[in-house]
Nanobody, 116 residues
Framework: QVQLVESGGGLVQPGGSLRVSCAAS????????MTWVRQAPGKGLEWVSS????????YYSDSVKGRFTISRDNAKNTLYLQMNSLKPDDTALYYC?????????WGKGTLVTVSS
């Protein structure tokens, strides 16, 4: 079954860290660019970060640059997003997405809540 399944979300205090993961199955994960997109409560979708396949090129939105790190483990078919120095504005449902321009497969998301 072709799917993306996110995990690792939860409640974290401001200034804390969290790593969310995305397990891919049913396709050749290593050949695809991958992306994280988030949606804050009551707001639209916001692109967070992308990672190009076959290279170390990574891309970040200005809102997370310097705090978040995207990475992948092709042997485990898993995408990661390490989030440090979290802020309340980072509270959102985080989606793992296949692709960087044509995003054709989405996970169901994992909820990250930043609150004291």
């Amino acid at each position: 079954q072709v799917q993306l399944v996110e995990s690792g979300g939860g409640l974290v205090q401001p200034g804390g860290s969290l790593r969310v993961s995305c397990a891919a199955s049913g396709f050749t994960f290593s050949t695809y660019d991958m992306t994280w997109v988030r949606q804050a409560p009551g707001k639209g979708l916001e692109w967070v970060s992308s990672l190009r396949t076959g290279s170390d090129f990574t891309y970040y939105s200005d809102s997370v640059k310097g705090r978040f790190t995207i990475s992948r483990d092709n042997a485990k078919n898993t995408l990661y997003l390490q989030m440090n120095s979290l802020k309340p504005d980072d509270t959102a449902l985080y989606y793992c997405v296949r692709g960087r321009w044509a995003m054709d497969l989405w996970g169901k998301g994992t909820l990250v809540t930043v609150s004291s």
